[in-house]
């Protein structure tokens, strides 16, 4: 792999879908550079400790025994942003994570390795709302064309409609009294609620024992011994490498590493297809370019092995960005390429909120008559969703405890409970941080707890983004200086459906709503590379020949509110496409 | 207070210059106390513990009053499982500092785009002989010392004597942070040296990365002093810090006041206002408001996960810990009852929509015409 056609900078959500498309359908050979590390391959055995391989191109270097015993599914293990396996930084864990400087009260949640950020996502997989990209004029082309992408995406990905389980019922009983109706379409246009589309194969596809996975069930979640599908544990921020012993490709939860990594890997084996290349701890810190007929055209890229220390650069005739919102910018303007002044702006970020609603045992009971309580860690993390098209959504979730008191009480832009006064006219109960003895209390109640995400339709604005730090700088240059505050209209909408939330729990019968007012949670990024200002609509670069993006950040907004990796991963998909039609 | 505090190894000239681990050697330790010292995740001194405990007991504290609801197994809190252990590592693990990024101020043009300057890094607070002849008046006064300013050229809109009269870091007479090698000549993750002297104890530590737990504690106690002199505390304070004796202004709040006082660094202008005081004290005052979103966020990530159940090994670098407790059984899983990750879960389940969800091609899409765009927010007000 000495001589990629394409280097692609970046495997996380998107990276590898495109590696896949252009190997796969255009006979394009692919070198794949990771910044973090790759779980789950034999030539990493003990990847946070030891520098293990090189490069690796074939598809029997995977292994999901060894991923099972590398996600411990252990809360802290794995999401701690400073230790945990699922962190961005350096592969050797004795060394800091990766620094950004953010100054805010903020938090920004990504992952640095093969699989990024969807290592740890609960795989929804909505289409973004027609409206958002048919109504910008910014956006170079039609909802419909991204259409086959969708459905390319969606059946590589097994998304389908998730299972409804205990929590679900009670946001259904929810929703319904509350006078929504259920939406039976993927493109959704009016308002309503439904099943997460997500990329979770169907639980229990085949059992042990040849009964249906039910509360009855009491055989083996095993592979070997039988089990097929999703399993209804609510660990997927954990890494979720169920059914364990399971290959890698036959995880129930297609995250990157599991729905394209292994399907890239394979086109090595066709004679017909492009070869694959993967290299993990190789962060990329430079772009390589000449001067064109009159532009600039990218030629490769150098990298730096995060083990070793030493720098390489390898040639290639084209470079595809896709590092991600934040390293994507960075790496352009630490690069040196030229800016008209939406290079890293532009940013969104769903502005979120999070509403909580904890349930008394009855409540639950009468709603499910067959369950006795809501167990928010069994079944899968986010099952069912509400949508606002023009406004936003929000998706009912449950998580692990560790994740529930940071979500739902530790995290605020309202100051602490005990001195936030409600207004009586709220629909919700209390408001801020909790702490104390009140922390205790409601995590006493856990197992009837569950939130509501709030997921806003915020828009791109110039003055939020990434810009190159002029304090810090670490090994690969100056660090991501990163800026992200809502607009009025912004906190408008989220107000909105943050009332809708609170409502729909009431409505279920909760019998305490908490507002946490989120401060900005750096999660679903979107648009800070975005195509109609820095790329075309093929996502090239307007300013530099043979450079595309295909991550997230070519999106032109936050797709209405939607999670965006089904988007994100259906533009790299036609992104592909479009790089062979032009070069190859 | 910690086995690993060595008089012998504190005196940094003549650490400095030579590099850390061979300085260690030649001051009489053994490379494997050396490598010890250098490998400790959380030396860790008095002030800084007491410090971080006195916010731990305030967002998780025991709760006694709770047993005869909610049962015995609710009143140990974040205390009883060393949380302020978990806050240091983290904070102490923050951010590395390359030694090749790292310049000295003054050489050839100065500092390029990407290089940072030595001095950002490097301070001391020297609070030895206050009100002697040669030392400071007061803890404010060595604060000034050290950001080379005077009470006069400060503008803080309160009081000078009340913040005076309120700030005290208790008992820390020295702080000294410097890099551990020479850092013109090196490269790689920098190592800190970090000595902090009390009336009658020193805690010295070599630490990968900057060290940042035992900064935030001092800027803790300044915006503490400002909190009180403002009046902004609602709870009297406690000057006799029997609970936290290592501490200073800080841990002389009540706990709600402590949460208030960190909360001025997010919603109270303190960055503002303090930036002369604190600037020499972190290397990017900035932070401090994601350094506040942590302080909370971190008791998530460590009292309410399996964290406490790594025993011994709780602070060791990540890939030599191990669970000593099973994860479903460790304080706070009792506290809420998750029994801790499965390889499934038998449950009942039933999807919504029966056949799926109606997918046409492209072609056949047949999408309303009167679709609204991104900018319109109509029904903003609680309608639906």
């Not at chain 2, 940094?12 to 250098?38: C, F, H, Q, Y």
């Not at chain 2, 400790?40 to 967002?59: C, E, G, K, N």
Request: contains cysteine.
């Amino acid at each position: 792999m000495n001589d990629p056609d394409v280097v692609i900078v970046g495997a996380g959500a998107d990276g590898p879908a495109t590696a896949w498309k252009l190997a796969h359908d255009h006979g394009v050979d692919v070198l794949l550079l990771e910044g973090g590390p790759w779980h789950g391959n034999e030539q990493w055995p003990k990847p946070h400790a030891d520098s293990g391989g090189t490069v690796s191109t074939d598809p029997d270097d995977l292994d999901g025994k060894l991923l099972d015993e590398q996600f411990t599914h252990r809360e802290a293990d794995a999401n701690d942003p400073t230790y945990g396996y699922l962190r961005v930084g350096p592969a050797d864990h004795s060394r800091a994570p990766w620094f950004r400087n953010l100054h805010q009260n903020a938090f920004i949640w990504q992952v640095g390795a093969v699989g990024g950020t969807s290592l740890h996502y609960f795989a929804n997989h909505p289409r973004g709302y027609p409206t958002a990209f048919n109504d910008q004029p910014h956006w170079p082309f039609d909802y419909e064309e991204l259409v086959p992408y969708y459905q390319l995406n969606e059946e590589l990905t097994s998304t389908q409609q998730a299972p409804m389980t205990g929590k679900e019922e009670v946001f259904i009983e929810g929703a319904t009294n509350a006078g929504y109706d259920l939406i039976e379409t993927k493109n959704v246009t009016e308002t309503g609620w439904r099943p997460q589309a997500n990329a979770v194969e169907v639980p229990g596809r085949e059992t042990s024992n040849g009964q249906p996975l039910d509360a009855d069930y009491e055989g083996s979640f095993s592979y070997d011994d039988g089990f097929r599908g999703d399993t209804l544990v609510g660990d997927h921020f954990q890494g979720s490498s169920t059914p364990v012993d399971a290959p890698v490709r036959d995880k129930a939860r297609k995250s990157s590493n599991v729905g394209y990594v292994p399907r890239a890997l394979d086109t090595n084996e066709s004679s017909e297809q492009g070869n694959v290349a993967l290299r993990p701890n190789a962060y990329v810190t430079d772009i390589e370019t000449k001067e064109g007929a009159g532009t600039l055209e990218a030629t490769g890229v150098t990298f730096r092995d995060s083990w070793s220390g030493q720098s390489q650069t390898v040639d290639s005739d084209t470079v595809v960005l896709a590092g991600g919102c934040i390293e994507t910018p960075r790496l352009w303007l630490n690069a040196g390429l030229p800016d008209d002044g939406w290079v890293g702006k532009g940013l969104t970020t769903h502005w979120f909120d999070w509403i909580v609603g904890v349930y008394d045992d009855e409540t639950v009971a009468d709603i499910n008559p067959e369950g006795e309580h809501m167990d928010p860690y069994v079944g899968q993390n986010s099952a069912v969703r509400f949508e606002k098209p023009g406004i936003g959504g929000m998706e009912d979730i449950g998580m692990s405890p560790g994740l529930v008191s940071y979500a739902d009480y530790l995290f605020s832009q309202a100051g602490y409970s005990f001195d936030t006064e409600v207004d009586p006219d709220e629909p919700w109960d209390t408001r801020g941080y909790v702490v104390g003895e009140e922390l205790k209390r409601r995590m006493s109640n856990y197992k009837q707890t569950k939130a509501l995400l709030i997921l806003t339709d915020d828009l791109p604005r110039q003055n939020n983004g990434v810009s190159l730090d002029t304090t810090f700088s670490d090994e690969h240059g100056a660090v991501p200086n990163v800026k992200w505050e809502p607009h009025p209209d912004d906190d408008a909408k989220r107000d909105e459906l943050s009332r809708i939330a609170a409502n729909i729990h009431k409505e279920a019968g909760a019998e305490h709503v908490h507002r946490c007012d989120w401060p900005p949670l750096l999660l679903h990024m979107q648009s800070s590379m975005r195509m109609g200002e820095v790329l075309d609509s093929n996502a090239e670069a307007k300013n530099v020949n043979r450079l595309f993006v295909a991550d997230h950040s070519a999106l032109a907004n936050g797709v209405g509110g939607p999670n965006p990796t089904n988007s994100g991963q259906a533009l790299a998909l036609r992104t592909a496409d479009k790089i062979a039609d032009i070069y190859f | 207070m910690n086995e690993r505090t060595d008089p012998s190894t504190t005196r940094r000239g003549v650490m400095k210059g030579i590099g850390g681990l061979a300085a260690l050697s030649m001051s009489g330790a053994t490379i494997a106390e050396a490598e010890d010292v250098l490998n400790d995740s959380v030396p860790s001194d008095p002030h800084t513990l007491d410090t971080y405990r006195s916010i731990v007991d305030a967002i998780v504290p025991r709760t006694p009053q709770l047993e005869s609801e909610l049962g015995p197994e609710h009143v140990p809190g974040g205390l009883d499982v060393e949380l302020e252990k978990f806050l240091v590592w983290d904070f102490n693990h923050f951010q590395e500092i390359r030694a090749e990024m790292v310049t000295e101020k003054g050489l050839l043009d100065g500092p390029s785009d990407a290089e940072m300057p030595l001095e950002m890094f490097e301070s001391v607070l020297d609070l030895t002989n206050l009100g002697g002849l040669f030392g400071p008046d007061s803890p404010l006064d060595a604060v000034l010392n050290l950001a080379d300013l005077d009470l006069l050229g400060l503008d803080l809109g309160l009081d000078d004597d009340a913040l005076e009269e309120a700030l005290t870091f208790g008992p820390v007479e020295r702080y000294d942070i410097s890099f551990a090698d020479d850092v013109a000549s090196s490269s790689g993750p920098a190592a800190f040296e970090l000595l902090v002297e009390t009336a009658n104890e020193t805690t010295h530590e070599v630490v990968q990365n900057y060290p940042y737990a035992p900064a935030f504690t001092l800027v803790f106690d300044i915006v503490a002093a400002e909190f009180i002199a403002r009046g902004e505390n609602e709870d009297a304070i406690k000057r006799d810090r029997s609970k936290f004796p290592a501490g200073g202004t800080f841990v002389q709040l009540s706990p709600e006041d402590r949460l208030r006082c960190l909360w001025t660094i997010v919603d109270g202008g303190v960055i503002d206002r303090l930036d002369d005081l604190l600037s020499p004290l972190v290397p990017d005052v900035g932070i401090l408001k994601y350094v506040v979103m942590a302080v909370n966020g971190l008791h998530g990530f460590g009292y309410y996960t399996e964290w406490s159940g790594l025993g011994e090994t709780k602070t060791n670098t990540p890939t030599e810990r191990s669970l000593s407790t099973p994860a479903g059984e460790v304080q706070s899983r009792k506290q809420s009852g998750y029994p801790g990750p499965a390889d499934g879960y038998a449950a009942n389940w039933r999807h919504a929509v029966e056949g799926g969800f109606a997918d046409p091609d492209a072609e056949d899409l047949n999408l309303p015409s009167d679709l609204k765009g991104d900018d319109v927010i109509e029904g903003i007000g609680g309608g639906t």
